[in-house]
């Protein structure tokens, strides 16, 4: 009998069997609808407005220009002159890569406000379903939560399933700067969660913040400061559709993720943990991140869009983890005609620095205080390498490495 273990015939079957699984979720979960809407968009105005606009007879630099040009400006202006802009255009100031990072916090206060506005008068809209009464009665208090207490955010889109992002600590003198990318289902109403509040961005990213903390303590790197970005400001895949299992979503997410990087504040050194869909994001966005990333983090991963760290053209070291119990392990980790994404992170083939998941939670509990997976995270965000736990015996993730 012959036998096709390693044949050509075999393999193809495999890429069969795999392309079926793939249309068999399609077919089973619905193709994502992209909801296109008439007419300019909240941002929008505000952006066209500020086109249009001037301060004190001086002419407004061009939105779109780069983060330097722009930050240059706003040095050039008054405090007082800074305020107003905010106050006027509080959507694309608040939105604005190269903007103080203060301004924004306190443009995208007011455009919140603004929002909460907007969803209250609609929860009394006749014209609206019931079902639409409740969903703006939701988003109002959402926008509520966001503006309550001290809370810090960096952009601000209400426009559709929205966009957020919001920081942890003070960006504006962090030494070491860690950014939350999150999957699919993440918008405003996702943003944050009460139950399995570390399976949302903000907790996520306050327990990221907390455990750096505790790793600075344990690893004598107290003097360095941090900072950690939930960021949210792109739109992701609304389930297990179309957009999940191909890089659309992930291109204009990577773009906008790397105008951010670009205009960080001051020379922090960038760690990126990418979780789930996210990590197509940072795949995409790898080869044209800033020196100052230094590691991406993926867990949870469908893929990266290649089939080796090294293709991935980065200087960032790239590591990778996975829960036993993740269902992510079960889709198929192949790209064959814009569907998939490419080879498992996890695997030798791949080439990353495989890192222990040991307690998490299933494929969204890798943000769960006391894991290994947080632990590991919180190390490679204030830099002590030395002190990640790896997958597997012998320690290889940690090799050629230097750090606390």
């Given amino acids: 009998m012959t036998s096709f273990d390693s044949s050509p015939t075999l393999n193809a079957w495999r890429a069969l069997l ?23 968009t909240a941002l929008q ?30 040095a050039s202006l008054t405090a007082q002159q800074r305020t107003r802009l905010a106050h006027r255009y509080p959507l694309a100031v608040g939105n604005m890569n190269g903007a103080p990072v203060s301004l924004r916090y306190r443009a995208n206060h007011i455009a919140l406000d603004q929002a ?5 008068k609609r929860m009394h809209d006749s014209r609206l379903t019931p079902y639409g009464k409740q969903e703006a009665g939701r988003l109002m208090h959402r926008f509520e939560a966001l503006m309550s207490g001290d809370r810090h955010i960096l952009s601000f889109d209400p426009e559709g399933s929205g966009r957020i992002a919001e920081v942890f600590g003070d960006l504006d003198t962090a030494q070491r700067v860690s950014i939350i990318v ?11 969660k009460t139950n399995k509040n570390y399976s949302a961005p903000v907790g996520m990213a306050q327990n990221l913040y907390a455990a750096e903390n505790t790793a600075k303590s344990a690893t004598d790197t107290t003097s360095t400061r941090t900072a950690v970005i939930a960021w949210a400001d792109y739109t992701a895949p609304g389930g297990l559709g179309i957009d999940s299992a191909t890089a659309g979503r992930a291109e204009a997410g990577a773009v906008r993720l790397n105008a951010l990087l670009r205009a960080l504040p001051g020379r922090s050194q960038v760690a990126l943990f990418c979780h789930s869909y996210g990590s197509v994001v940072c795949g995409v966005a790898a080869h044209a991140l800033p020196s100052r990333v230094t590691d991406i983090a993926v867990a949870g991963s469908p893929g990266m869009r290649t089939s080796k760290a090294s293709h991935l053209h980065t200087t960032a070291r790239v590591w990778a983890m996975r829960d036993a119990d993740d269902w992510i392990q079960d889709v198929p980790y192949m790209e064959v005609g814009g569907l998939g994404h490419g080879e498992d992170p996890v695997s030798n083939a791949f080439g990353a620095r495989v890192l222990s998941a040991k307690d998490a939670e299933g494929h969204t509990g890798y943000f769960v205080t006391g894991t290994d ?13 030395r002190s990640v736990t790896c997958a597997h015996e012998g320690d290889t993730c940690r090799e050629g490495l230097s750090g606390t």
């Fill in 182 to 192: 999150p999957g699919v289902d993440t918008d405003l109403l996702t943003f944050q």
């Fill in 373 to 385: 997976s947080l632990t590991n995270f919180a190390d490679i965000g204030v830099g002590a390498y």
């Fill in 45 to 74: 105005a505000s952006l066209s407005a500020w086109e249009h606009g001037h301060i004190d007879g001086r002419e407004l630099p061009d939105a779109d220009t780069s983060a330097g040009r722009l930050a240059r400006f706003f």
């Fill in 18 to 40: 795999a392309l079926a699984v793939v249309f068999v979720m399609l077919a089973t979960t619905g193709w994502t609808a992209v909801r296109s809407h008439p007419g300019k």
């Fill in 116 to 120: 909460r506005k907007v969803e209250k």
